[in-house]
């Protein structure tokens, strides 16, 4: 029981991460602020919600393969989020800032 | 699980299939709308993991593996070689593509008018269902000695379609080997010989 | 409340669609395709949670290994220097 | 991609990881979903994601063109050498119950050889696929 609802309460800390980070991805200005509700709140969305079913797990298998898709996620998600912001950033593409919010206008 | 519940899953499943197949629709308009192509390849990435998506809904597993393994990774890496050895803008086209327009459109109506005489999706009653299915089914594990069905239709009972299916693939790699790198060589004996392999 | 977890995970891969169709870089689709991907990994978990089958979680982590290829693979054949070539179409 | 050292770094830490997988979806195919297909995909997936993230020159050598041509041709003969194999034990084409007493136990071990033929043939045709595609640029 006391699993039940620390799972939860993990699994609605997740989904609250995952829609602001959906939110974010629309509403931001530009790609590098995208990033992080992109990255930071993906991450975090995702290792809530991961926890959320791993307390729900009752197999140690699975419990096992949860944790790994979270190391995993862990691993490629911010990694590939610094490839694309060292790419972007070499490739020209200017932060977005408040003075240059007239000419950059994504 | 009760009677309820089963039914609630099943209307939740019915909702994820309309709703994965509209998104899956409006990735494959969107891969055609966008005029550029490293565009359109990631769409059809995402495209791709829709589909895999859609399948694990649906039950199907193994092709849910499949289509993460083929399509998530080395369709898009493959899609975007293709592009830089090409080009990276579609190439417009003067003429109104009106006689493949309704060709196409003609044989959407006429599948979709074929679909209604099929019987209901997931009938267990269906002629697919009736004919060697259920034999699979119950006697597969006893037979090969496989829990997964799948892997016990495709190697054993299909064994030999299987055989034909790699040959394929085989013939597919030895196609490409053939066409590209024998470009390569016909290239290198007319121009100056240049520094090889500088990808 | 997994179909919670499923039902916002869907809100979020809808939103990431929208960017994916819209962005104006190269690199919001790709920012976008990434999003999705670990969208995707979490609905085929809670889909295997919910139908009761969690082997479907060898296809999530497959998901979690493959999609890593597709979004470098992109960043290594962008070519430098044409963003603004891309936002014009 | 010289100037990427962390993705480096996190490729070279995920890429025994991604083979590893590979080897268990080729071996556990009969178990769980999977199989010889998708194992030989994931494979040759590592390998191209090496040669993304460091050199493809580096890893053209690593696995040279005739290697692989090779390993595709050993690949479909297996599966055929299986069926092959199986009118030596007295059984039809592709009948692997010949191979034990047990049909059950011979299905199973028949199983098992032509997956692993599908993933070579498989890996191995993706791999000279994506060389081939990158030897052009």
Known sequence: MILDILSWIAIAIGVFFVLVGGIGLIRMPDLFSRMHPAGILDSTGAGFLLLGFLLQADDWLVAVKLVLIFVFLLFTSPVATHALAHAALLDGLKPWTKERKKDSES | MDKRAQEGLRVIELYLNIILLVFVAATGIAAVWLRNLLASAMVLGIYSLLMAALWVVLDAVDVAFTEAAVGAGVTTVLMLLAIALTGRHEKRRRARPWLPLATSLGTAGLLIYATLGMPIFGDANAPAQLHVAPYYLLQGEAETGVPNIVTSVLAAYRGFDTLGEVTVIFTAGMGVLVLLTGATRRRRNTAAPTEEDSA | ?89 | MSDFLVLRVIAKLLIPFILLFGFYVQMHGDYGPGGGFQAGVIIAAAFILYAIVFDVNTARRMAPMAVLVSLACLGVLLYAGVGVANLLYGGRFLEYGAFAHDPAHGNHIGILIIEIGVGIAVAAVMMIIFFSFARRR
């Open chain 3, 1 to 89: 409340m997994f179909f919670a977890a499923a039902a916002a995970i869907i809100v979020a891969m809808l939103l990431a669609l929208v960017r994916a169709y819209a962005g104006p870089t190269v690199y919001d689709r790709i920012l976008a395709v990434n999003h999705i991907g670990t969208q995707t990994v979490l609905l085929i978990a809670a889909m295997g949670f919910i139908t009761g089958r969690p082997d479907f979680l060898d296809i999530s982590l497959l998901y979690a290994l493959i999609n890593f290829i597709a979004t470098i693979a992109v960043l290594r054949y962008v070519k430098r220097g044409r963003v603004k070539a891309d936002t014009e179409s």
